[in-house]
């Protein structure tokens, strides 16, 4: 199955951690991308810019509405994403678990919806 | 005599009743869709209610139930891939599979299926009703009187669950032995609420909680016999066996409550007696002390009575304060304190019982009440125990154990 681990970090608390401390997060990020790789479970990785980047979009009325601003304002962020393949739910947990976001902040969890799934049969 | 439609009846729901988990938990095994099976399964059930009182009931009623509704499953299986001809090869693998399964033992899952119902994905309140549906066959309204919810909100919760099994990849596994424990407590919690549902009933009159009870000591036999290296597993079943072995002295010939201290012990169960105390025995040699293992040392206590006369009640107060150090629930706190008032007095009994009286939880409580009405009738305060004896009648359904307590009650004026 694919699941997609969403990280969910303080960004404010991020963006106050010393140097030293911010390669260290960026050097256990690697060997955990290195670690998904050799096993063969990664399938897309990525890190998001900060929400003060993000700009939201919506359709009102017919009108468009363009925020400058995430789409909830919360303690925790999206701050990136994996893709990953795994048996079952446990060897998700399991690889979750081992990110380094798992310490720092939320890692949610959410099984793909494949396609073949929920496309209506013809 | 039983007419031919009859019993082929009570042999389809002696089958279900025996099987229901053992099939669902097999069928659902590979697929994870735990809903699919149930309903394959009902299918087959509507069919052999309909088929063995004309046919008679077939020497494997198991095999047969089975075959259904694997055909069920398949079909339905087939329907959808000859739908996408790229899946061709699918199909020719699924029927393989299926054909090779059929002159195979069929493997027992259940235990798989239970740890899969008790995992941490699962939310922890359905654990239990999950293991009890999938694995029993009650209905959602059964369960939802057991866990004193609405039928419709349990059914919700149960539909949920299912389809988070199915759609989070919720293996079908019996976890390793470092992940083991809290998904072990799961288990035998669910057990053990079913147990206990079926035993507050002792005049067995609900039909239904009756095998709640009943269908709490299969399943704790199975946990054990399949998990025989853990303590706890082992000490559930002494626990339930040490209960069910006084089930009929719970009760007068007139369908009186009878309390233990007054039952008569040549009525309760030698035998299964004895194989509470070699179970418990066998879960002390792990030198691991949990709380079943404990619970079942208080009844192996009160056991005893039966070889010596009396009561040990200081090896009483002992457990029930090793019990309050690892549970530490008001319900243990009741028990430590009747013990106590044993031990030291129904004046120390009845200050650890106030003590407790802060917890707004109590106060529908009827033990609570009904031994804080003991020791206050105990000390001669006639008016606090009548008050408290009311409180505890009050909130009492079982009408044998109402008729006690009103007696008691006026016993209190003479």
């Given at each position: 199955m694919r699941y997609m681990l969403m990280i969910n970090n303080d960004e404010s608390a991020l963006a106050a951690m010393p140097i030293e401390k911010t390669q260290q997060m960026s050097a256990a990020y690697s060997a955990y991308t290195e670690a998904l790789k050799k096993s063969g479970a990664w399938l897309a990785g990525e890190r998001l810019r900060p929400t003060q980047a993000t700009t939201s979009v919506r359709i009102a009325d017919g009108k468009t509405n363009v925020i400058d601003g995430p789409y909830a304002d919360t303690k925790e962020q999206l701050a990136g994403f994996y893709m990953i393949e795994a048996a079952d739910i446990d060897t998700a947990i399991e690889w979750a678990a081992r990110c380094?976001?798992?310490?720092?902040g939320t890692v949610e969890l959410r099984p793909i919806w494949e396609m073949a799934d929920y496309l209506p049969k013809t | 005599m039983e007419s031919r439609p009859e019993i082929a009846r009570a042999a389809a729901e002696a089958a279900a009743r025996q099987s229901y988990g053992k099939l669902v938990a097999w069928l659902a095994a590979r697929t994870r869709d735990v809903a699919a099976a149930e309903d394959a399964l009902a299918d087959a059930f509507a069919a052999a209610l309909e088929r063995w009182p004309k046919?008679?009931?077939?020497?494997k009623p198991e095999a047969w139930l089975l075959a259904v509704a694997r055909r069920r499953r398949v079909d339905a299986v087939r329907r959808r891939l000859t739908r996408e001809a790229a899946r061709d090869h699918l199909q020719l693998i699924a029927e393989e599979i299926e054909a090779r399964m059929t002159d195979e033992e069929l493997p027992d899952e259940r235990l798989r299926l239970m740890f899969a119902c008790a995992h941490?994905?699962?939310e922890p309140g359905v654990r239990a009703p999950l293991i009890l549906q999938t694995v029993l066959g009650f209905d959602a309204a059964t369960i939802a009187s057991a866990f004193l919810v609405s039928p419709a909100t349990m059914g919700q919760r149960l539909v949920r669950a299912k389809a988070r099994i199915r759609e989070t990849g919720i293996p079908f596994r019996v976890p390793e032995r470092a992940e083991l424990g809290e998904r072990l407590d799961a288990v035998l919690e669910a057990i053990y609420a079913a147990f206990a549902e079926g035993w507050s009933d002792p005049a067995g009159t609900e039909t239904r909680r009756r095998n709640l009870a009943t269908e709490g000591i299969w399943l704790g036999r199975l946990v054990a016999t399949l998990m025989p290296q853990e303590p706890e597993a082992l000490g559930l079943l002494a626990l339930m066996l040490f209960a069910e072995a006084r089930r009929t002295a719970?009760?007068?010939?007139?369908g009186d409550f009878v309390p233990l201290a007054e039952q008569?012990?040549?009525?309760?169960d030698r035998a299964l007696i004895d194989e509470a105390e070699a179970l418990l025995s066998h879960a002390a040699a792990s030198g691991v002390v949990g709380r079943y293992q404990l619970e079942a040392a208080v009844q192996s206590a009160h056991a005893a009575r039966r070889l010596t006369g009396r009561t040990d009640w200081p090896a009483i107060r002992a457990l029930y304060d090793a019990l309050f150090s690892i549970v530490g629930s008001p319900v243990v706190a009741i028990n430590r304190a009747v013990a106590l008032a044993e031990t030291e007095g129904a004046m120390a009994g009845l200050a650890a019982l106030y003590v407790l009286g802060d917890d707004k939880r109590l106060d529908e409580y009827q033990p609570y009440w009904a031994a804080r009405a003991g020791l206050l009738a105990k000390l001669g305060q006639v008016p606090q125990a009548s008050e408290a004896y009311d409180r505890a009648i009050g909130l009492e359904r079982d009408p044998a154990v109402r008729r006690f307590l009103q007696g008691k009650r006026a016993a209190l004026r003479n």
């Amino acid at each position: 199955m694919r699941y997609m681990l969403m990280i969910n970090n303080d960004e404010s608390a991020l963006a106050a951690m010393p140097i030293e401390k911010t390669q260290q997060m960026s050097a256990a990020y690697s060997a955990y991308t290195e670690a998904l790789k050799k096993s063969g479970a990664w399938l897309a990785g990525e890190r998001l810019r900060p929400t003060q980047a993000t700009t939201s979009v919506r359709i009102a009325d017919g009108k468009t509405n363009v925020i400058d601003g995430p789409y909830a304002d919360t303690k925790e962020q999206l701050a990136g994403f994996y893709m990953i393949e795994a048996a079952d739910i446990d060897t998700a947990i399991e690889w979750a678990a081992r990110c380094p976001a798992a310490s720092t902040g939320t890692v949610e969890l959410r099984p793909i919806w494949e396609m073949a799934d929920y496309l209506p049969k013809t | 005599m039983e007419s031919r439609p009859e019993i082929a009846r009570a042999a389809a729901e002696a089958a279900a009743r025996q099987s229901y988990g053992k099939l669902v938990a097999w069928l659902a095994a590979r697929t994870r869709d735990v809903a699919a099976a149930e309903d394959a399964l009902a299918d087959a059930f509507a069919a052999a209610l309909e088929r063995w009182p004309k046919s008679g009931v077939p020497e494997k009623p198991e095999a047969w139930l089975l075959a259904v509704a694997r055909r069920r499953r398949v079909d339905a299986v087939r329907r959808r891939l000859t739908r996408e001809a790229a899946r061709d090869h699918l199909q020719l693998i699924a029927e393989e599979i299926e054909a090779r399964m059929t002159d195979e033992e069929l493997p027992d899952e259940r235990l798989r299926l239970m740890f899969a119902c008790a995992h941490p994905a699962i939310e922890p309140g359905v654990r239990a009703p999950l293991i009890l549906q999938t694995v029993l066959g009650f209905d959602a309204a059964t369960i939802a009187s057991a866990f004193l919810v609405s039928p419709a909100t349990m059914g919700q919760r149960l539909v949920r669950a299912k389809a988070r099994i199915r759609e989070t990849g919720i293996p079908f596994r019996v976890p390793e032995r470092a992940e083991l424990g809290e998904r072990l407590d799961a288990v035998l919690e669910a057990i053990y609420a079913a147990f206990a549902e079926g035993w507050s009933d002792p005049a067995g009159t609900e039909t239904r909680r009756r095998n709640l009870a009943t269908e709490g000591i299969w399943l704790g036999r199975l946990v054990a016999t399949l998990m025989p290296q853990e303590p706890e597993a082992l000490g559930l079943l002494a626990l339930m066996l040490f209960a069910e072995a006084r089930r009929t002295a719970r009760r007068s010939a007139e369908g009186d409550f009878v309390p233990l201290a007054e039952q008569d012990c040549d009525q309760w169960d030698r035998a299964l007696i004895d194989e509470a105390e070699a179970l418990l025995s066998h879960a002390a040699a792990s030198g691991v002390v949990g709380r079943y293992q404990l619970e079942a040392a208080v009844q192996s206590a009160h056991a005893a009575r039966r070889l010596t006369g009396r009561t040990d009640w200081p090896a009483i107060r002992a457990l029930y304060d090793a019990l309050f150090s690892i549970v530490g629930s008001p319900v243990v706190a009741i028990n430590r304190a009747v013990a106590l008032a044993e031990t030291e007095g129904a004046m120390a009994g009845l200050a650890a019982l106030y003590v407790l009286g802060d917890d707004k939880r109590l106060d529908e409580y009827q033990p609570y009440w009904a031994a804080r009405a003991g020791l206050l009738a105990k000390l001669g305060q006639v008016p606090q125990a009548s008050e408290a004896y009311d409180r505890a009648i009050g909130l009492e359904r079982d009408p044998a154990v109402r008729r006690f307590l009103q007696g008691k009650r006026a016993a209190l004026r003479n």
